[in-house]
């Protein structure tokens, strides 16, 4: 997960955005949601929730106070790292690194960000960055560094995880929309299937009963040839017990 504050730093988002990629991790940044009926806060936390990897990026601004709060979404997003205990990679900016005065917060949120900085510095041991080129380099090394321990860790464990890990990050894999359905299934126009129930309880047990061998993978592939009946019974089990069994 990417942090900073963004009106200051759109150069240094963007390359760090191709460092994550580069170093085979998926970004998590707001630049990418879509539209969401969801506050600042909630969206900002929710992407720390989801992250492998907290990347934090401090310059001279502290960032935005919502109403009613009393510190910064940026600081937020740092705290709810810590809580969650990831792996947390902290980037200063280089006091040679060049500025334009509505790059500088004063009043208030200076005071907040000195405080903030010297917080995550005793936590943290930061890199600091004199341009957006050198940041992104500094990221990428970071990040590759962070996968080789990632990869040293899954080999020495399960070796079924070593494979999992040389294949893809958890944050390479995309949160599963909400079901959508935009209209019934018009072939299926009976209130029951009859029979079937053999195939119906291996959909099931695929989901529902982690000791299965079915569920050792996560993609269940229903072949048959056409005409079998396969949409009928996948959707009889996708409205009636797909729901009950997450």
């Known amino acids: 997960m990417i942090s900073s504050t963004a009106r200051d730093l ?6 760090i955005r ?15 949601l879509p ?11 929710r992407l720390v929730d989801e992250a492998d990897i907290y990347v934090g990026i401090f310059a001279y601004r502290y960032g935005y106070v919502p109403d009613g709060h009393d510190i910064s979404i940026t600081e937020m997003e740092y705290n709810r790292a810590v809580k969650r205990d990831i792996p947390r990679l902290i980037f200063f900016i280089h006091e040679d690194h060049p500025v334009t005065g509505r790059d500088v917060e004063t009043g208030p949120g ?3 960000l000195t ?4 917080r995550i510095g005793k936590e943290r041991v930061a890199g600091f960055f004199k341009s957006p080129g050198e940041l992104r380099g500094e990221v990428i090394a970071a990040l590759t560094t962070l996968a ?7 080999t020495d464990g399960d070796a079924t995880a070593a494979v999992v890990a040389k294949l893809h990050r958890k944050t390479s894999i995309p949160t599963p929309p909400e ?5 019934p299934y018009t072939l299926l126009q009976s209130r029951d299937l009859i029979g079937r129930q053999a195939e119906l309880n291996a959909l099931t047990d695929w989901v529902a009963n982690p000791a299965s061998p079915a569920s050792a993978a996560r993609v269940f592939c229903f072949v048959a040839i056409g005409g079998m009946g396969k949409s009928a019974l996948t959707w009889k089990w996708f409205k009636e017990r797909s729901l009950r069994t997450r």
Request: with cysteine; net charge negative; glycine share 4%.
């Open 110 to 112: 200076a005071a907040k």
């Open 18 to 32: 191709d460092a994550c990629e580069r170093a085979d991790f998926e970004p998590r940044m707001m630049e990418k």
């Open 10 to 15: 759109p150069e240094h988002r963007g390359g």
């Open 148 to 154: 080789k321990e990632f990869d040293t860790a899954a």
């Open 115 to 118: 405080a903030l900085k010297e």
């Open 179 to 183: 079901p959508y359905i935009a209209h």
């Open 35 to 45: 539209a969401l009926h969801a506050d600042a806060i909630e969206a900002s936390l």
